[in-house]
């Protein structure tokens, strides 16, 4: 996860900044999917001007960046791979910080609204992720995911750090840690604006050209292919939950 987490959104900050900032949400987006996805999500948190709103496991920013433009608010982000919080700050000029979500720098209380894309599927600790996400909102506050499960045991090759759960246990996991679930949906991962893939794409074809030869390319090539295939295959399916904090 270093390579495709770390090395890979350095890269990606590289290639925006040389191919222009129209080019950042679609590069930013590319792990959690879609606008139709953040659309969703937006709307069932009820972002509105003024909120609070944290991005947990914000990867390079794209979706902070895209709820910024969308819905008048500024999220902080939070993101454990400092080249990825470095690219957040430089494309979208947002408050990051290097964090764990199992181990946020916020108080109690400090957020109206969080959302977590990708995220829970990347680490053993979902307990403590969900917890941590509890305790940073208010009583009320609105919680979004984005979550890759597996209902079925899948076939290998796994992407290696991945550790998918159940839709029942992510479920599960939000009652115990104190979240009523106020929807959910499967995600289009493909409902984007054409241009959005075409400028994502240009950032991809600029990373290969200026490192396609780093052992860290084909090495997070190769685990987000694995993804993909999981994703193509429906074994792994992303899966769209809002939740209120009671
Ligand atoms: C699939 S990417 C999604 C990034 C971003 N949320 C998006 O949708 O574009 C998963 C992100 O989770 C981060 N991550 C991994 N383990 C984490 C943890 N325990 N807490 C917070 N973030 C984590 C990774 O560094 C990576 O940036």
């Known amino acids: 996860m270093e390579s495709e987490f770390g090395t ?71 993101e454990p791979m400092a080249p990825a919080v470095h690219a957040g700050r430089t494309l979208f000029g947002l408050p990051s910080v290097v964090a764990l979500s199992q181990a946020l720098p916020f108080a109690d209380d400090a957020f109206d609204a969080a959302w977590c894309l990708g995220v829970l599927c990347t680490t053993e600790e979902k307990a403590a992720l969900v917890a941590e996400l509890r305790r940073v909102l208010v009583d009320g506050g609105r919680l979004g995911l984005l979550v890759f499960v597996a209902d079925e045991p899948l076939p290998p090759p796994l992407p290696e750090g991945n550790s998918f759960p159940t ?3 992510v479920s599960r996991l939000l009652g115990e840690a104190g979240f009523r679930v106020t929807g959910t949906a499967e995600a289009d991962l493909a409902d984007s604006p054409p241009e959005w893939k075409a400028r994502a794409d240009a950032v ?42 009671t």
């Open 8 to 78: 890979v959104a350095g890269w990606t900050e590289e290639a925006v900044l040389a191919l222009g900032p129209e080019h950042a949400v679609p590069a930013g987006c590319r792990g959690s999917g879609s606008e139709g996805a953040l659309r969703w999500l937006a709307d069932a948190l009820a972002v509105r001007p003024g909120d609070r709103v944290l991005d947990s496991g914000a990867g390079v920013g794209g979706p902070a960046g895209w709820l910024a433009a969308e819905r008048g608010v500024r999220p902080v982000c939070a």
């Open 167 to 169: 839709s029942d246990e």
């Open 204 to 245: 991809d074809a600029e990373v290969q050209r200026r490192h396609g030869d780093d052992p860290a390319w084909a090495e997070a090539e190769e685990q987000s292919g694995r993804v993909g295939r999981l994703l193509g295959s429906g074994a792994l399916r992303p899966r769209l939950v809002s939740a209120v904090a």
